[in-house]
């Protein structure tokens, strides 16, 4: 008897646990079906709090979802040519300039309450996004070119500015070509990502099922 009432409370239990992973599931809403796949408004969700930590606030639901859709194009292409996952070191080195662009490390915190996000997530988050990243890098580098022209120009119309409204004297232009370089390429590897998403997106088929919140 003994046995047969530790059976029915093992049945009890699990019936239990796949109601409640139903019941999972069911507040969870699918926010977009791309291809075979779909995008979980959990993800819209995460992605949202990832934003208010980095930058204190959060794109609409809408545009969050666009990135998430350009997102699951580069993580696509990149899985399939089996390109290198982030190292635990890079990651690690990610959480700690993320760290250093706040005043203070109270202020980083009280970024990360605000947001809701826990180690773990911003941890995983920062994986995923050096992942695109390096691969957008990886694929788009060695296409941009950066002349002797922009270099000066950049540093004219952006350097100079800019310690101007800071009142300070601005660098030589020999001190910031290695930054004005760097800055250059950066911005030339996301126009020509930017062409190929659009390219992108116009071969796929997308069903959003997403309603703004009016945020």
Excluded: C
């Excluded at 992973?21 to 796949?37: K, P, T, Y």
């Excluded at 995460?46 to 794109?59: F, H, I, M, N, P």
């Excluded at 296409?143 to 119309?157: L, W």
């Amino acid at each position: 008897m003994a046995r047969y009432w530790s059976y029915a409370l093992a049945g009890a239990l699990l019936v239990l646990a796949v109601t409640y992973a139903r019941s999972q599931e069911l507040l969870d809403q699918i926010a977009a079906r791309v291809e075979s796949d779909i995008i979980l408004l959990s993800e819209v969700r995460t992605l949202s709090r990832y934003q208010v930590l980095v930058d204190g606030k959060a794109e609409s639901d809408g545009a969050i979802l666009d990135r998430l859709v350009d997102q699951w194009i580069v993580r696509n292409e990149a899985d399939t040519a089996r390109f290198p996952h982030p190292a635990d070191v890079e990651i690690a080195h990610g959480v700690e300039h993320l760290q250093a662009s706040f005043a203070s490390p109270e202020e980083y915190q009280a970024r990360k309450k605000q947001s809701g996000l826990s180690d773990k997530e911003i941890q995983r988050m920062l994986a995923q996004q050096l992942y695109l990243s390096n691969y957008l890098d990886s694929r788009f580098r060695s296409a941009v070119q950066v002349t002797a022209k922009q270099v000066e120009d950049f540093y004219q119309e952006a350097v100079v500015p800019r310690a101007k409204v800071r009142n300070q004297a601005p660098p030589s232009l020999d001190a910031s070509r290695e930054y004005i370089q760097a800055a250059l390429v950066q911005r030339g590897i996301n126009e020509q990502a930017e062409i190929w998403l659009k390219e992108s997106r116009g071969r796929l088929h997308v069903e959003k099922f997403l309603k703004e919140t009016g945020k």
